[in-house]
């Protein structure tokens, strides 16, 4: 197990975390100390638990929370992005309160 130095940033770039982590943790894992640390909403404004996923700016590459940094090929000095993760039935939600709102 090495342990590598990243940077994590949020899909605005407005949040950043460096982080020292071990190259043999699973992105679940991560996840699960980090979102709490930088301070990520954790539900949406339906209520619903939010989910993330990492996004490898070297390798153009989204990883699996079964990943390792190391599988991921995740590296000393790499940005990892942290997207939210946007699923169909939230979308059709967002979809039905707004076509409530312009018909009211």
Same mark, same amino acid.
């Given at each position: 197990? !090495?342990?590598?130095?990243?940077?994590? @940033?949020? &899909?605005?770039?407005?949040? /950043?975390?460096? &982080?020292?982590?071990?190259?043999? &943790?699973?992105?679940? =894992? %991560?996840?699960?100390?980090?979102?709490?640390?930088?301070?990520?909403?954790?539900?949406?404004?339906?209520?619903?638990? *939010?989910?993330?996923?990492?996004?490898?700016?070297? +390798?153009?590459?989204? *990883?699996?929370?079964?990943?390792?940094? &190391?599988? !991921?090929?995740?590296? /000393?000095?790499?940005?990892? =992005?942290?997207?939210?993760? %946007?699923? !169909?039935?939230? @979308? =059709?939600? *967002?979809? +039905? /309160? !707004?076509? =409530?709102?312009?018909? +009211?």
């Amino acid at each position: 197990m !090495a342990r590598i130095n990243i940077t994590i @940033v949020d &899909a605005t770039g407005n949040k /950043e975390q460096q &982080a020292t982590l071990p190259d043999d &943790a699973s992105v679940k =894992r %991560i996840m699960e100390v980090l979102l709490p640390k930088m301070k990520m909403p954790l539900t949406g404004p339906d209520g619903e638990p *939010l989910s993330y996923k990492f996004h490898h700016k070297a +390798s153009g590459k989204q *990883l699996t929370e079964s990943q390792t940094l &190391a599988e !991921a090929g995740v590296k /000393e000095g790499d940005v990892l =992005r942290l997207h939210p993760e %946007i699923t !169909a039935g939230a @979308v =059709r939600q *967002l979809g +039905s /309160e !707004a076509v =409530r709102q312009l018909n +009211s």
